[in-house]
């Protein structure tokens, strides 16, 4: 049985890096009566640059060990190499999960994979800190390989050098879901801390995350979040916390009385959207006898006249029937793009063949 799978949203929440006794204490106490599912707590912490903390090691396990006896629930930390495993089992934490600057590497995630075949700890797997999908999921396999049964993926966002995003971490919100898509039993959590990087947006992620059916998130809570010794900007108290969990709104994913008008809207959403796949078809067809002429009679085939009428067009019927030039743009730069490349095929097609 996977332990994450669960009818409302798993939660996991507590400190980025347990710091002391004191500190781990406290939170969880305070985390007790919450509707916490899983405690977290950081004991080896990959900090970009040298000199920060790096997290308390193996006498925070022990700390754990001892929370989990007086407040009854499981404890997770993030683990990257064979011996921390090792170790994490040692102390009976219930769960690891493979951070985003270790998912990167296969190597340490067949390492984390090997230590954990045949304990039935639980395993949580970050997305990389590049935003590809085949990391994420390869991760996942690695684990799911080892015969792990209690899996669950986290997304914490990805990396970017734009200094100006909202987000510590942009939520490229298309790749987990198609994580989801790939893998359907798997739950997916949103680590909404590592998304925002600050306490003001948490609230908004976390909705916004189980409105797009994530099944559990991740919130990083301290007791004196501004004293942290680590991401003491995104970390919020117990009290704070459970202010926010209350606040959430729980979407239903179907309701008996709505799941018939759903059905028939989507049947007639089916049939449309198998007409503007027709359509694409044809018009590609057509594309291709354009490409032929074209090059017969030596004719460049980007034109940017043409791309130019292309813009105006579309965007003034997009207008026309309520969709925004930004969204009509976007669409026929996929279409446009995919017409010029078909044409070049069908050109060095014909290089190829005079060679
Ligand atoms: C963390 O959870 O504290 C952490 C370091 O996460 P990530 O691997 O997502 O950066
Ligand atoms: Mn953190």
């Given at each position: 049985?996977?332990?994450?799978?669960?009818?409302?949203?798993?939660?996991?929440?507590?400190?980025?890096?347990?710091?002391?006794?004191?500190?781990?204490?406290?939170?969880?106490?305070?985390?007790?009566?919450?509707?916490?599912?899983?405690?977290?707590?950081?004991?080896?912490?990959?900090r970009s640059k040298p000199g920060y903390f790096e997290g308390r090691g193996e006498p925070a396990l022990q700390w754990m060990q001892q929370a989990k006896e007086m407040i009854h629930k499981p404890f997770c930390t993030e683990v990257a190499s064979k011996e921390q495993v090792e170790l994490a089992l040692k102390y009976k934490i219930d769960a690891v999960w493979i951070g985003a600057r270790t998912t990167v590497n296969p190597f340490l995630v067949q390492e984390i994979a090997d230590a954990v075949k045949g304990t039935g700890i639980a395993v949580l797997i970050k997305n990389p800190i590049n935003p590809d999908i085949e990391l994420w999921s390869g991760a996942v396999e690695r684990i799911q390989q080892a015969g792990i049964e209690s899996i669950a993926a986290i997304h914490r966002g990805f990396s970017s050098y734009d200094t100006h995003s909202i987000y510590r971490n942009k939520p490229n919100w298309a790749i987990p879901i198609e994580l989801k898509?790939?893998?359907?039993?798997?739950?997916?959590?949103?680590?909404v801390s590592h998304i925002c990087g600050n306490r003001t947006l948490l609230?908004?992620?976390?909705?916004?995350?189980?409105?797009?059916?994530?099944?559990?998130?991740?919130?990083?809570?301290?007791?004196?979040?501004?004293?942290?010794?680590?991401?003491?900007?995104?970390?919020?108290?117990?009290?704070?916390?459970?202010?926010?969990?209350?606040?959430?709104?729980?979407?239903?994913?179907t309701c008996d009385d709505v799941q018939n008008d759903i059905e028939q809207i989507r049947q007639i959403l089916d049939t449309m959207d198998a007409e503007v796949v027709d359509l694409l078809g044809k018009r590609m067809e057509l594309v291709k006898q354009l490409g032929d002429i074209k090059i017969a009679h030596n004719i460049a085939i980007?034109?940017?006249?043409?791309?130019?009428?292309?813009?105006?067009?579309?965007?003034?019927?997009g207008e026309n029937n309520n969709l925004d030039a930004a969204f009509i743009l976007k669409l026929f730069e996929l279409i446009h793009d995919k017409s010029i490349k078909t044409q070049f095929e069908l050109l060095n097609a014909l290089k190829q063949d005079k060679n």
């Open positions: 049985m996977n332990i994450f799978i669960k009818s409302s949203p798993y939660i996991i929440a507590g400190p980025c890096g347990v710091e002391d006794e004191q500190q781990l204490m406290s939170v969880a106490s305070a985390l007790q009566s919450l509707p916490v599912d899983m405690v977290r707590g950081g004991v080896w912490k990959p898509r790939r893998y359907k039993a798997l739950p997916v959590f949103c680590d609230a908004t992620v976390a909705q916004r995350a189980l409105d797009l059916d994530f099944d559990g998130l991740m919130i990083e809570t301290h007791p004196n979040p501004d004293e942290a010794l680590s991401d003491a900007k995104q970390q919020i108290t117990p009290a704070a916390l459970s202010e926010l969990l209350k606040s959430l709104v729980i979407r239903q994913v980007f034109q940017q006249d043409r791309w130019r009428e292309i813009v105006d067009s579309r965007t003034q019927w």
